[in-house]
């Protein structure tokens, strides 16, 4: 059997006001892969995101959800739908507990036996937040405040995961920690789109990366390929 698509960007283009950050991007997500989305500072990944997330319109172009064009719904009714996005910059709720937090992830849903067997699962991804479950978020580590917040959009029951930046400013034990546990996220079920800053940690784990270069796709391929092409390796894996 073929592959299935969960995730289609067809042509899409997006724009703060005059200022064009995504131009003519196509890509597609299959179903139980990791897929990367690479790039340096300002090439559009967040912007990209954001737009499948439905908090940002394209301009032009198409976001195709499971055979469905979700463009134009509000980021509360692309959560229903199974996209979820962890908070950019660890943006959780500081004062609120890990407990609250969870709670938080699954607001969307009414199936209360799979939220609290969800829970039960993502606690054993991160044995560190069931430690601090009554701990105020705000108080906690930059490490633990980013698996709180990868926890979060689990509890949202995605089939469609979407990380911004996981390891941005983790020690590098922790970022193999993350790296790791996203494995254990996908080899569960769970569909990824990962965007990164740190390109060889992505590639590492990823199935299918996607390089952006000023909001153009400059290239695509299986990741295992990026990570051994010299173009790739010069630009974005410190040579
Ligand atoms: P980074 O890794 O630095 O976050 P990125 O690849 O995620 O980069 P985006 O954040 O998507 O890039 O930004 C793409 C372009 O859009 C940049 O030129 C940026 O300056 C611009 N941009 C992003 N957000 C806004 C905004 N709210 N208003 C205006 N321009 C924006």
């Known amino acids: 059997a073929g592959k299935d ?14 200022i064009a950050a995504v131009k003519g991007l196509s890509m597609t997500v299959y179903t139980g892969e990791i897929v990367c989305l690479i790039g340096s ?43 979820c996005q962890s908070p950019e910059g660890r943006k959780i709720f500081q004062r609120m507990t890990v407990s609250e937090n969870l709670d938080l992830g699954a607001f969307t849903r009414n199936d209360t036996e799979q939220i609290a067997q969800d829970r039960e699962r993502v606690l054993e991804l991160f044995p560190r937040l069931r430690e601090r479950i009554n701990q105020k978020a705000g108080t906690m580590s930059g490490g633990e405040q980013q698996m709180l917040a990868v926890a979060r ?9 979407l990380l911004d930046e996981p390891s941005m400013g983790l020690a590098p034990v922790l970022v193999d920690v993350i790296f790791e546990t996203i494995q254990t996220i996908r080899d569960q079920g769970t569909t990824v789109l990962l965007v990164e800053q740190n390109a060889l940690a992505a590639l590492e784990i990823a199935d299918y990366a996607y390089v952006l270069e000023s909001g153009h796709l400059n290239m695509e391929g299986p990741a295992a390929q990026l990570l051994n092409d010299d173009s790739v390796a010069a630009a974005y894996l410190g040579g």
Do not use: C
């Not at 698509?5 to 005059?18: A, E, I, K, M």
């Not at 439905?54 to 134009?72: C, M, T, Y």
């Not at 959009?153 to 995961?161: E, Q, V, W, Y």
């Open 5 to 18: 698509v969960v995730l289609q960007l067809d042509d899409l283009s997006v724009s703060y006001g005059n």
């Open 41 to 83: 500072n300002g090439a559009g990944k967040s912007t990209t995101l954001r737009t499948i997330s439905g908090l940002l319109k394209p301009k032009h172009g198409d976001v195709v959800f499971k055979g469905r064009k979700i463009n134009g719904i509000p980021g509360h009714e692309v959560v229903k739908l199974g996209i």
């Open 153 to 161: 959009a689990l509890l949202g029951n995605p089939s469609l995961l």
